[in-house]
């Protein structure tokens, strides 16, 4: 500054006029630019929300029901056939989770979701303890047991884990002479809020009025936060929009400021869950840095886990829940910016699935192998290459 005060006053006046000039030139064409860029990719974003995320989340929440009334029948008839309908329906609903792990941002992570139902290792000593308090199973085996358990319980001691827990044992749904009265009580009343939980998730992306009349009635008896900011003081906590209406309407909420802020939150999702599963679901059991930190254990679905985590970034890279559900996606805009790279994402994704599925069954017992090394290696490789994809959105 003080060396343009230097000037002489009319090179000065030159000087700020040419870079006035220049200035506004280069401020239209690059408003242009954006302005086009911001068009071409809403069809991206919308059909993220609606054929990705929501469609997701839908199905989590449909066959979380469908879990919980299993297990309320494991409850008044316990045969080793309702034990074997209940470890089926959880392995379902387990893998939509899975594939909905490539966008743990918003509610999953403001309203702390993805902790309460999906934390492990399961902290078993103090869910033991749980099973022999009697007073609390009282409160589990009460009618609203299950929002009882959600406001009480602490992380590890509820959601997916929990369950699997009770129902599997060594890969195997369990014998039903092997469960107890007590871990019935126990299994139903988290089965409710895990199913509770699964109903924020999808009410908080699609709203609460898009939601079936069973699901807005539960929400509404929980008092549960699902806007974007209504579990935040940080945030514009006066809002109730849904998250899916933040994402898709740029500025509303600082959740999203344009579209291709969202395009960049979308391959970040897919870039954080491919270095979780290489860095820490694979890699920190294989490498010793925490032998115990083995995803579903029980059932021995680990690998079915990591690949869910891998589709899911299929899914979202692609644009749409599977295959029928398709549509405009920013794996689109990246193949117009850069193909080959494009192609290299594809490839990643294909490497990363081949690697998992070659690790030897159970994960569990073969963590130290070649292979998981292998495909911790080839998770790795994904998550650099979406971040260079990530790179593409601003061109």
């Given at each position: ?324 559900n398709r549509g405009a996606s920013v794996a689109d805009y990246v193949k117009k ?59």
């Amino acid at each position: 500054m003080k060396k343009i005060l230097r000037f002489p006053l009319l090179m000065a006046v030159s000087v700020v006029i040419g870079l006035s000039a220049t200035s506004c030139s280069d401020s239209n064409n690059n408003g242009t630019e954006e302005d086009t860029k911001e068009v071409e990719l809403a069809p991206v974003v919308k059909q993220y929300v609606n054929n990705t995320v929501i469609t997701t989340y839908k199905s989590l929440a449909d066959e979380s029901i469908v879990l919980y009334n299993a297990l309320v029948a494991l409850k008044k008839d316990k045969t080793d056939a309702n034990v074997k309908a209940a470890a089926d329906s959880w392995i379902k609903a387990r893998n939509y989770w899975e594939l909905s792990e490539a966008f743990l941002f918003g509610p999953a992570d403001d309203f702390g979701i993805d902790p309460h139902i999906d934390t492990w290792p399961l902290a078993k000593d103090a869910l033991i303890a749980e099973l022999k308090n009697k007073d609390h199973l009282a409160k589990m085996a009460q009618e609203n047991g299950d929002i009882w358990v959600g406001e009480t319980f602490e992380e590890g001691l509820f959601g997916f884990h929990g369950i699997e827990y009770i129902l599997f044992e060594e890969g195997q749904a369990k014998s039903a002479s092997k469960i107890t009265d007590d871990e019935l009580i126990y299994v139903v009343a988290v089965a409710g809020d895990l199913r509770n939980q699964c109903f924020r998730l999808e009410a908080s992306w699609a709203g609460i009025n898009n939601v079936t009349a069973e699901k807005k009635a539960k929400l509404i008896a929980m008092d549960a936060a699902i806007t974007y900011g209504s579990g935040d003081d940080s945030k514009n906590n006066d809002t109730n929009y849904s998250y899916g209406e933040c994402m898709l309407n740029p500025g509303l909420t600082a959740f999203s400021n344009s579209n291709v802020d969202a395009c960049e939150t979308i391959l970040d999702g897919c870039q954080t869950i491919a270095d979780e599963v290489g860095a820490m679901k694979i890699g920190k059991p294989h490498t010793g840095d925490d032998i115990n930190y083995i995803e579903s254990p029980y059932s021995y679905n680990s690998k079915i886990d990591f690949i869910g985590n891998i589709e899911s970034i299929r899914n979202a890279y692609l644009g749409g829940a599977d295959s029928k559900n398709r549509g405009a996606s920013v794996a689109d805009y990246v193949k117009k910016v850069d193909p080959s790279l494009h192609a290299e994402v594809i490839a990643a994704i294909d490497n990363a699935v081949a690697k998992i599925t070659a690790i030897p069954f159970p994960f569990a017992k073969n963590y130290t192998s070649t292979q998981a090394g292998e495909a911790m290696v080839a998770c790795n490789e994904l998550a650099d290459v979406l971040t260079k994809a990530k790179l593409t959105i601003r061109k």
